[in-house]
């Protein structure tokens, strides 16, 4: 990207005055000596480290625990943002539970020609287990993470919608306890919506969600591959916050047709497992037999009606890359409206006008594993040596239909606090969004990541990437 | 509650119980060394072989001095025995049952292991060893209080319970078991040196010595003692203070669970080992074999508490 584009900047107009969202915020900083936001930056990393809010990173030797870089800056949207944002991604929500059951009943979409069939049937995502089962409730996505990035002042785009099992609301949820502790003077200044309340909320979500069989409070447990697992921290605080059982494959087992737990007091069936484990692993009887981390029989339970597993099965399709480019479609065909938020122009490297464009367009674009997540297996052309253009050029060639490929968006910026005072860096946002029959909620603000480099666009964690508090403002 | 997690906080509070029990006894040796120039090899070998790791540091170490002694109780990670091994298993514990644990008992543990890995992260310097071996205590110290004042009376508390009383017993059973000769009448005369060194030194592991003191004004005999660290329910690292609290953390997992299971007899058996007997009885019957029938039990005891609340498949 040359020298030339501007970002928009959160904080600050062109003219460098304070963004109204800010305008509160600026004020306060003018008081703070940069000394004294130092000073609580050490304290914010001494808290997480207590807390013990870290991540594994995979493939490293040193198998220790690190923090995730906390940046103490707010990321600050105004009420108003935040309806119209609301509004698109329920719309968008909607339109993917709405896609997910046709597509494993009817087929509507199909026949009505508004997306190729191959990109369904060829889809390694789309699961054939699920074909005619209907999730209790009807909810396929008890929880999504929708990724925003933002490139004007009313510019919003959805980069992917993440339908899987999204991580990182732990994130969300300890950087606002952390700065409630260190900024007590700037929330009883600044009216900031409340997110506390999420894992009430999801518990609440879940238990919504219990098949018709179970009686009483439903039980709740999260599914965890383990104290290995890079998200380790965030299974067991979600588990802790629910007042849910944080289980691993070998605590359960399939008793008189139901999914149960070995408790001190025997074993007991499970109502509802909010599974962080891909759909791949979670049975080795009906899909990867060497998984040592599912239930054997959990999918004969689930598709009988025994269990409620969050996400379901099969919702992969929905967020795939592949499937992106279509979601205005998408949106349009459920809802018949037009899609609130927009969609950033994706070339569909498999059909060959696109491949041509993105080979000959490589330097500028971004280009995406299909199936990939995380940020591994992903080109940020402006950013890429010549050599890692020619390496990619040939991957592309090898197997186009397993990219896509987007322009570069500018991303906007907000400042980080960096060893000589503020600087601006490249940001996202993920809201989280819980899905119950009646309902849809979305969490105010959401988990900010930020590239804590100068100039990178790459936000995940698993790249170095940093996070933020996320403010929504009262109106 | 799962049997995973209940067998996780059990194996916490034993091994939190251990880290502790290790820094007492290498704080006593370490002391005898000081004050004692006779002491030298022998004691360090017989803290080595109460903690369990004799045969381990010989494999390692040609001759047994104090330094790669005390390197290798406090900081050898090859040594599963070690304080530092044993804190790190302790936080896994802790991390895989953080959802049992309050806020305040995870970040002191979670507290504890990052002050001591640092600690730990060269080799202890003379000088330095008693403000280690204080922190270990003090860290597990804190613990404690944060179990006490904060967590819910129920089966949680309970399994954290019956796991630091089942190692404490078993701690202070192995210190009798090395020294138990040293606590039978001979035909010297009470009081020799060495025999007060001895005595001082099993005091001292057991963190009893000001108690014992102050309970028998002077009257210091191996009979005392060792009715003191066996018989005496007051004293909260003796074996019948441990069982006392064993038998009450079983009955209240029977009250709450509404049953009882085949661990709640075997203790209440082992109790009544403790309880009808006087320190006359037990020595006239053999102290050694005593202090070695115990140990089995009481590891017995363990692994019925394991079986019978599902702690593994």
């Not at chain 1, 919504?208 to 009686?215: G, H, L, N, T």
């Not at chain 2, 019956?162 to 078993?170: K, P, T």
């Not at chain 2, 320190?279 to 089995?296: C, P, T, V, Y």
């Amino acid at each position: 990207m040359g020298g030339s584009t501007v970002f928009f900047d959160e904080m600050r107009g062109p003219d460098e005055s304070a963004r109204q969202p800010y305008a509160e915020y600026c004020a306060w900083l003018e008081s703070v000596k940069i000394n004294e936001l130092h000073k609580k930056s050490r304290e914010a990393e001494t808290f997480f480290r207590r807390t013990g809010i870290t991540f594994n990173v995979y493939g490293e030797k040193d198998a220790d625990e690190r923090l995730i870089p906390f940046d103490l800056v707010p990321r600050i949207i105004d009420g108003k943002e935040w309806r119209l944002l609301v509004r698109g991604i329920e719309q968008r929500v909607k339109a993917i539970n709405a896609f997910l059951h046709d597509i494993y009943h009817r087929q509507e979409i199909l026949r009505a020609g508004r997306i190729p069939e191959h990109l369904i049937a060829n889809n390694e995502a789309f699961l054939p287990e699920m074909i005619g089962v209907t999730p209790p409730g009807g909810v396929y996505t008890h929880i999504v993470g929708v990724d925003l990035v933002r490139t004007g002042a009313n510019e919003f785009y959805v980069l992917e919608d993440n339908a899987r099992t999204p991580s990182g609301v732990s994130y969300m949820l300890e950087n606002r306890e952390t700065m409630l502790k260190m900024f007590p003077e700037l929330f009883s200044q600044i009216k900031v919506q409340p997110i506390s309340n999420y894992p009430t909320l999801l518990r609440r979500s879940l238990g919504k969600c219990a098949p018709v069989r179970s009686e009483g409070r439903p039980t709740v447990a999260v599914l965890t591959p383990g104290l290995h697992n890079s998200a380790y921290f965030e299974h067991a605080f979600l588990a802790d916050q629910m007042g849910a059982e944080l289980v691993e494959g070998h605590d359960l087992r399939v008793v008189d047709g139901r999914v149960a737990m070995r408790t001190t007091q025997g074993y007991q069936p499970v109502d509802v497992l909010y599974r962080r484990i891909d759909d791949e692993y979670i049975d080795p009887l009906n899909f990867n037999r060497s998984s040592m981390l599912g239930v054997p029989g959990i999918m004969d339970v689930y598709r009988s009606g025994g269990i409620t597993l969050a996400n379901a099965p099969g919702t992969g399709i929905a967020d795939d890359k592949a499937i992106y480019s279509y979601m205005p479609d998408i949106v349009e065909f459920y809802t018949g409206q037009t899609a609130i938020l927009k969609n950033v122009p994706t070339y569909r490297c498999s059909e060959a006008d696109s491949l041509k464009y993105v080979l000959e367009n490589l330097h500028e674009l971004v280009v995406k594993e299909v199936h990939g997540s995380g940020g591994y297996g992903m080109l940020v052309g402006p950013a890429a040596s010549k050599r890692e253009l020619a390496a990619f050029r040939a991957k592309l060639i090898a197997k186009p239909s397993n990219y896509i490929a987007q322009p570069t968006l500018a991303l906007s910026t907000v400042p980080v606090l960096t060893r000589s005072g503020l600087a601006p860096r490249h940001v996202d946002l993920r809201p989280y969004v819980l899905v119950s029959p009646d309902n849809i909620d979305i969490t105010p603000g959401g988990l900010t990541r930020v590239a804590m480099k100068q100039g990178s666009l790459v936000v995940n964690s698993s790249q170095g990437g940093g996070t933020k508090d996320t403010w929504v403002l009262e109106e | 509650m799962l049997g995973k997690t209940a067998g996780g906080l059990f194996w916490l509070s034993r091994y939190l119980e251990r880290s502790e029990n290790t820094a007492r006894l290498v704080e006593a040796g370490f002391r005898m060394a000081l004050t004692r120039a006779a002491a030298g090899e022998d004691e360090w070998a017989s803290v080595l072989t109460t903690v369990g790791c004799l045969n381990a540091y010989r494999a390692k170490h040609e001759t047994i001095a104090p330094n790669s002694a005390v390197d290798f109780l406090l900081r050898d990670k090859t040594n599963p025995m070690s304080v530092y091994s044993v804190m790190q298993m302790a936080r896994d514990n802790a991390r895989a049952t953080r959802t049992a644990l309050t806020r305040e008992v995870w970040e002191a543990v979670n507290d504890g292991w990052m002050v001591l890995k640092e600690m730990l992260r060269r080799p202890v310097a003379q000088a330095d060893l008693p403000n280690v071996l204080s922190t270990v205590r003090q860290q597990s110290a804190l613990v404690r209080g944060a179990l006490q004042g904060t967590m819910l009376r129920n089966d949680i508390f309970s399994f954290s319970r019956i796991g630091s009383l089942i190692e404490r017993a078993d701690n202070t059973a192995r210190i009798l078991d090395v020294k138990y000769y040293v606590l039978l009448p001979t035909g010297a005369p009470v009081g020799s040196s060495l025999d007060n060194v001895q005595w001082e030194m099993i005091l001292r592991s057991a963190s009893a010595e000001s108690s014992f003191h102050w309970l028998n004004a002077g009257n210091v005999t191996p009979k005392a003692i060792a009715e003191f660290l066996i018989l005496d329910a007051r004293m909260p690292r003796s074996l019948a203070f441990c069982y006392d609290g064993l038998i009450d953390s079983l009955r209240e997992l029977g009250v709450e669970y509404g049953d009882t299971r085949p661990s709640h007899d075997l203790a209440a058996k082992l109790e009544a080992r403790l309880t009808g007997r006087t320190i006359d009885n037990i020595i006239d019957s053999g102290l050694h074999e005593f202090i070695r029938e115990f140990i089995k039990a009481n590891a017995a005891l363990a692994s019925q508490v394991e079986q019978d609340y599902r702690f593994y498949e």
